[in-house]
């Protein structure tokens, strides 16, 4: 049995298939840790020509999704320990933290918007939570979906080949991750630090951490207030 089971919901499946085929996401399918489905909601569509979108009322630009075949795809996957969750702009921001309190979800729906949103009628009634992946609109929210899978499910026991990499990404504990090496020690007249030559383990702790501050600090000091008010 997974450890968490993902519904994506959305009107263009193929466009994230093979993703999921690869990398972790396939090794944690595999392994039986992580389950993902995709489901097109035009299967629950219910006019001959699948239709799942209508003008807005009031006029305007664009379509917006009915909520008709919405609210049979939400009824059809949901158990009653779902997450429903809705990607569109004006959500909640994306954050290692969110993915993190997600990953402890058994059962996550994440419903993909598309045209000019979906009927608000489905947001009142059925959506547990709302997520944006930044401050930009995209043509629908299916890739935003498999953003937000990937960053959930590196949070799923088992799905990382190294656990200890959690803790040192980039935004865990709101600082920037430090800068990496591999062999050659020196190429094109640019070499390794020499501390991470040497073999102390406690020095090398000591300049990751202090490169972490420091480029924390000159691309993202607003990372760095927001510590501060948080200790």
């Keep these: 049995m997974s450890l968490l089971t993902i519904e994506l919901l959305t009107l263009f499946p193929g466009m994230v298939e093979g993703y999921f085929r690869e990398s972790m996401l396939a090794r944690g399918i595999e392994a039986g840790i992580l389950e993902i489905n995709l489901r097109n909601i035009r299967d629950w569509a219910e006019d ?30 949901k158990k009653p320990e779902s997450t429903v969750v809705y990607l569109c702009p004006d959500g909640e921001l994306l954050t290692q933290k969110m993915a993190s309190e997600l990953a402890t979800a058994k059962h996550l729906i994440l419903l993909s918007g598309h045209y000019e949103g979906i009927d608000e009628r489905i947001r009142e009634k059925l959506v547990t939570r709302e997520v944006s992946i930044g401050d ?20 799923v026991p088992g799905v990382l080949g190294e656990e200890k990499s959690l803790t040192q990404d980039s935004f865990t504990g709101n600082l920037l991750s430090f800068p990496q090496y591999t062999r050659p020690v020196e190429y094109r007249g640019m070499r390794v630090p020499e501390v991470l030559l040497s073999g102390n383990h406690a020095e090398i702790e000591r300049w990751r951490a202090q490169k972490r501050l ?17 200790q």
């Excluded at 979108?53 to 996957?77: L, Q, R, S, T």
């Excluded at 420091?214 to 948080?230: F, G, H, I, M, W």
Aim: aromatic content about 6%; charged content about 25%.
């Design 214 to 230: 420091e480029r924390t600090r000159l691309r993202r000091p607003d990372l760095l207030n927001k510590l501060s008010q948080e």
């Design 48 to 77: 001959k020509h699948h239709r799942t979108d209508d003008a807005p009322f009031g006029g305007g630009a664009g379509m917006v999704m009915k909520p008709e075949p919405v609210f049979a795809a939400i009824e059809a996957v």
């Design 136 to 155: 930009y609109v995209l043509t629908n929210g299916t890739i935003a979906a498999a953003v937000l899978i990937d960053a959930v499910a590196r949070y």
